[in-house]
């Protein structure tokens, strides 16, 4: 089962900063969180892991916190094509990892 | 670069009937894998594999099989369908798992009458 809790959804003004919250409190030193999205039903796309720096990439920011039970995805400049379920997944990263474990994750509506 | 291929898009299925879902990579990964999605629930493993010739099952394998007899290709096969088969099927693939970046295909939309 999922090791992390989201809200099931969000509202995000078009232009502003999506903030998305993920709690993981009982995240072991080993894992990995892991960030996808999935828009209307296509397949779910990658957007960014960390372990516990605070990481960026051309799509997204990922700030997880000092004691790395909670995290937060942000999107500085959401449009309307940001529009989808964000799944916030935590799972080991070494040799041996095979699964990666999808909740019900965080539908994100962004207005215009 | 075509990414992961997945056919058909849709199929519908009597009860008791059995299919194939193709899919397909041309990125030289090794990793592949076959996830389900219900309504309104997230994705959940059926079978994986780590390179051709290796595979083995995930959360939900009863009902499906899978192969791997070359690193491209990676098809599930439902022996004999059942409506509590019906779901959207997705094949993902990285180049050694899921702790990189995982590609997944756009889906197969699956009815079982």
């Known amino acids: 089962d999922a090791k992390t809790t989201q809200p099931p959804s969000m509202d995000c003004a078009e232009g502003r900063a999506a903030n998305l919250p993920c709690n993981h409190s009982t995240i072991s030193g080993n894992e990995y969180v892991y960030w996808y999205r999935q828009i209307h039903s296509q397949g779910p796309q990658y957007i960014i892991h960390?372990?516990?720096n605070n990481e960026t990439n051309e799509m997204a920011s990922l700030i997880i916190t000092e004691d790395r039970k909670s995290s937060t995805l942000i999107l500085p400049h959401a449009t309307l094509r940001d529009t989808a379920v964000y799944y916030c997944i935590v799972s080991y990263s070494g040799a041996g990892s095979y699964q990666l474990t999808f909740g019900k994750g965080t539908k994100l509506s962004v207005i215009p | 670069n075509a990414g992961v291929t997945q056919t058909p898009k849709f199929q519908v299925l009597k009860t008791g009937q059995s299919m194939t879902l193709q899919c397909a990579q041309d990125?030289?990964?090794?990793?592949m894998s076959w996830y389900r999605q219900d309504p309104g629930m997230g994705l959940r493993l059926i079978h994986y594999?780590?390179?051709?010739?290796?595979?083995d099952q995930g959360e939900v394998p009863n009902g499906y099989n899978v192969s791997r007899s070359t690193t491209e290709d990676f098809p599930l096969r439902l022996l004999s369908a059942a409506p509590s088969q019906t779901s959207v099927y997705f094949c993902?693939?990285?180049?050694?798992?899921?702790?990189?970046?995982?590609?997944f295909g756009s889906g197969t939309q699956l009815s079982v009458l």
């Open positions: 960390g372990l516990k």
């Open positions: 594999s780590v390179g051709a010739g290796i595979t």
């Open positions: 993902a693939s990285s180049f050694t798992g899921p702790r990189e970046k995982l590609f």
């Open positions: 990125m030289n990964h090794e990793y």
